[in-house]
């Protein structure tokens, strides 16, 4: 029997070395003379078993991690093609506490199939939906989406169905839908994963939204910083093209669906819509002021769909087994599922996909396992870099767009950064003024300014230079750029900051001349 090996190609798993392990696992199956299939498949997501090679056995697949190049030949010599045992086995993958815990909706191929083939995508469920949306009438696909109660993945949480309604009403020649792939949150990956691990999900996600809204063209912007995913997702679209997916005819009906790749040139506001439309347009990554809304003058002033690879790769699920079946997971106003991305200084790193409604502190300390460097976790930063630090005192909120606004916080992109207790507030809270300082598309000045003075002002409370009165002044500024500012960079960078003084006051109180300088 030929074996089938899996060993991921993800970008994660290959910054790990698994294009070595799969080079050497390629080198000795040849001097061993065994015949065996090696697909590269994404990741699962547990990242700190990656990389993570897993081998078709009668008795399912088996997993073995993390592998190095240098346990390959011991892998051999175990028999690890028949699931024998070897110190790096870990048993079936689906009963590894990180992966069984999980729901997953979104991501139920990712890791499992070969990105690539069409054929196993639709052995695993794919097509299902894109089918059922063919078969009514665009409308209901818009009210079946909006029934799941499924909201905005990218960040701000907004009703995917009323967005895709907006679009539909609307009266023009052409519509599009646009990808939002620009994924620049610290800490975040799922965008990345999905579109590496499972592309046809989002190829079938946006096939379902052009129908729903008709609109016949689509783009994915995905930033340049992942070469691996963009790649993967114009293989796909080929694909799909030449399967009848997409064209013409998407899969034999008369509905017209295509669509291609951009690749964004790495500015982190390009991620807010309106400057990645004037991106997708050849034109600077300026934000636009708001109105006209993109949904009624978005892409070359059309009406347009912008919505984050999240939301777009969980409509077919949504599509395949009915609105209720989403909407029954969740809580409160916040249904479905969420991909949380535990990054930063933690045991456990990786990709949690589960229904809404946990603690933080149960994904921090039982899932996450605590910190990577064994000491007390000090802050968790929230929603990328414009999310708020949470301290352990705030670890029972549940994890839900209204508990965590009503913290002065966001769930943003659900990446979730952890800190040990070395952690410097201080310098946190000033590296998200610079940040936003750097990455500022300059056209309103309480974000464009304002950051720069947050800047040296937080610089001048380290200096212990009339630290009260320049906290004051912090304050004072935060509060301009929050109700101030034309978009959420300016918006929210004070959610860092403010958190940063408010749940750790000690770390701005005056310090010695030499530390500060440090
Ligand atoms: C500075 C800034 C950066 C953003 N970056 C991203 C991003 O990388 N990906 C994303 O999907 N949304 C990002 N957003 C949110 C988008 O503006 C927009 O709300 C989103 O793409 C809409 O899709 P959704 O409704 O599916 O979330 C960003 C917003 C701001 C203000
Ligand atoms: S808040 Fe900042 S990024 Fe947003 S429009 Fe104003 S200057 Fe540009």
């Known amino acids: 029997m030929t074996r089938t090996i899996y060993i991921p190609g993800d970008s994660g798993a290959l910054a790990l070395g698994a294009d070595k392990v799969a080079k050497a696992m390629a080198a000795e199956l040849q001097?061993?003379?065994?015949?065996?299939?090696?697909?590269?498949?994404?990741?699962?997501?547990?990242?700190?078993?990656?990389?993570?090679?897993e081998v078709e056995t009668d008795a399912g697949r088996i997993a073995y991690g993390p592998v190095r190049p240098s346990d390959v030949a011991s892998l051999f010599a175990a028999d690890f093609l028949s699931g024998?045992?070897?110190?790096?086995?870990l048993g079936r993958p689906e009963d590894l506490p990180f992966l069984a815990r999980q729901t997953r909706l979104t991501f139920a191929r990712c890791g499992i199939t070969d990105p690539l083939s069409l054929a196993d995508y639709e052995a695993h469920g794919g097509l299902a939906g894109l089918r059922k949306a063919l078969a009514v009438a665009p409308l209901d696909v818009v009210k079946t989406v909006t029934e799941s109660g499924l909201r905005g993945r990218g960040g701000a949480g907004?009703?995917?169905?009323?967005?895709?309604?907006?679009?539909?009403?609307?009266?023009?020649?052409?519509?599009?839908?646009?990808?939002?792939?620009?994924?620049?949150?610290?800490?975040?990956?799922?965008?990345?994963m999905?579109?590496?691990?499972?592309?046809?999900?989002?190829?079938?996600?946006?096939?379902?939204?052009?129908i729903a809204v008709g609109a016949t063209k689509g783009y994915v912007y995905i930033r340049s910083e992942y070469p691996h995913a963009v790649s993967v997702m114009r293989r796909a679209i080929e694909i799909a093209r030449e399967a009848g997916m997409l064209g013409w005819n998407v899969l034999g009906s008369p509905n017209m669906f295509d669509m291609e790749v951009r690749v964004g040139a790495g500015a982190y506001v390009c991620g807010e819509e309106t400057s990645l439309l004037n991106s997708l347009e050849g034109k600077r990554g300026v934000v636009r002021a708001k109105p006209p809304l993109p949904a009624l003058q978005g892409l070359f002033g059309k009406p347009t769909v912008v919505n984050n690879v999240i939301s777009l790769a969980s409509v077919p699920v949504i599509l395949d087994k009915g609105p209720a079946f989403y909407r029954d997971f969740g809580l409160g106003r916040s249904r479905g599922t969420i991909p949380i991305q535990i990054a930063g200084n933690v045991k456990y790193g990786g990709l949690f996909e589960a229904a809404f409604g946990m603690t933080l502190g149960e994904i921090v300390n039982d899932i996450g396992g605590g910190t990577a460097s064994g000491r007390p976790v000090k802050a968790v930063q929230v929603g990328g870099p414009l999310g708020a630090y949470f301290p352990p005192s705030m670890f029972d909120t549940p994890f839900d767009y209204e508990a965590f606004a009503a913290k002065d916080g966001l769930i943003g992109h659900a990446g979730i950064t952890v800190f040990d207790d070395t952690a410097d507030m201080l310098k946190q809270a000033r590296f998200a003024m610079e940040f936003c300082a750097i990455e500022s598309c300059g056209k309103c000045t309480p974000c464009r300014i304002g950051s720069q003075r947050g800047v040296e002002t937080i610089d001048k409370i380290a200096s212990g230079i009339q630290p009260e009165k320049n906290l004051a002044l912090v304050t004072d500024l935060c509060n301009t750029m929050k109700f101030g500012s034309l978009c959420a960079l300016g918006g929210f960078t004070p959610y860092?900051?403010?958190?940063?003084?408010?749940?750790?006051?000690?770390?701005f109180a005056p310090r010695p001349v030499a530390e500060a300088a440090e």
């Not at 001097?31 to 090679?53: H, K």
């Not at 024998?84 to 086995?89: F, G, I, L, M, T």
Request: hydrophobic residues 40%; contains cysteine.
């Open 31 to 53: 001097v061993r003379g065994i015949e065996a299939t090696i697909v590269r498949n994404g990741s699962r997501g547990a990242y700190f078993l990656e990389p993570m090679v």
């Open 84 to 89: 024998a045992a070897h110190p790096k086995r």
């Open 158 to 192: 907004f009703p995917t169905g009323i967005k895709w309604q907006t679009v539909h009403d609307a009266k023009a020649a052409n519509k599009y839908i646009v990808c939002n792939a620009d994924e620049g949150d610290s800490g975040t990956f799922a965008d990345r």
């Open 194 to 210: 999905i579109m590496e691990g499972d592309p046809f999900v989002l190829i079938e996600g946006m096939a379902i939204a052009g």
């Open 496 to 507: 860092p900051v403010m958190s940063a003084i408010n749940h750790f006051p000690q770390d």
